[in-house]
């Protein structure tokens, strides 16, 4: 599958506790996303990044998310100290340039 | 970006044209139209787009208005796979981070 891959599907975790959630975006994708979708809603875009460069923050991304993508290929999200509100999918996409953009299975998060 | 305006919910029975609208009366000219759907519990998957002209593919077909104001995404014969939410969005294409504001969409069931 040359899809984008997102690990794990799932994750249960306890409030307070960090977690990471990783994204592999098509290969020669140059940009990757991170959206975050809760229950009912449409995605909302947390972040973007043009090879390694992280270029766009939303507001939702508070401080205690960091995301990476260090050499430009796989992207890592992490959140510390979890919380409640943190319940949600959290979904990657990929793109060439501005094309459109391929979305992986998403990272179910709760947080109980 | 532009906002978008989409029905709630529709029905459509199976082998039949489901025609999706969307609104967009304060889009701009160099904004293109752009749609998706997403599955029960998959990530969002690109459907078309289209800037001014009709635009048909294996999928389905665009119809945008001569004044760009609304469009409609049209599913000649629907199956029940096609069952999803649809998300009609605007944005520039070139020159941006490429992010897709998402609303919340269109359900569209489709019944025996």
């Known amino acids: 599958d040359t899809g984008v891959s997102q690990d794990p599907r799932h994750k249960i975790t306890k409030r307070g506790q960090n977690v990471t959630f990783r994204c592999d975006p098509i290969?020669?994708?140059?940009?990757l996303y991170w959206y975050r979708q809760t229950l009912g809603q449409g995605p909302e875009f947390l972040t973007y990044?043009?090879?390694?460069?992280?270029?766009?923050k939303s507001r939702l991304l508070s401080d205690r998310f960091s995301a990476e993508r260090p050499k430009g290929s796989f992207s890592t999200l992490e959140i510390q100290r979890t919380e409640q509100g943190d319940s949600a999918m959290y979904l990657c996409?990929?793109?060439?340039?501005?094309?459109?953009?391929?979305f992986g299975q998403g990272t179910r998060l709760t947080v109980v | 970006d532009a906002k978008t305006t989409q029905p709630t919910s529709m029905d459509c029975a199976e082998g039949r044209a489901a025609n999706l609208p969307c609104n967009h009366s304060?889009?701009?000219?160099?904004?293109?139209v752009y749609w998706y759907r997403q599955i029960h519990s998959q990530g969002p998957q690109y459907i078309i787009h289209?800037?001014?002209n009709n635009e048909t593919n294996e999928m389905a077909s665009l119809i945008i208005t001569e004044d760009r104001k609304s469009s409609t995404l049209i599913l000649p014969h629907a199956t029940l796979r096609d069952t999803a939410v649809y998300y009609c969005?605007?944005?520039?294409?070139?020159?941006?981070?490429?992010?897709?504001?998402f609303g919340t969409g269109t359900r569209l069931q489709v019944t025996l």
């Open positions: 990044f043009q090879n390694e460069a992280q270029l766009e």
């Open positions: 996409a990929s793109s060439l340039d501005e094309g459109e953009a391929f």
């Open positions: 304060t889009i701009s000219g160099n904004e293109y």
């Open positions: 290969s020669e994708h140059n940009r």
């Open positions: 969005i605007v944005r520039v294409a070139t020159g941006t981070a490429s992010k897709l504001t």
């Open positions: 289209g800037l001014k």
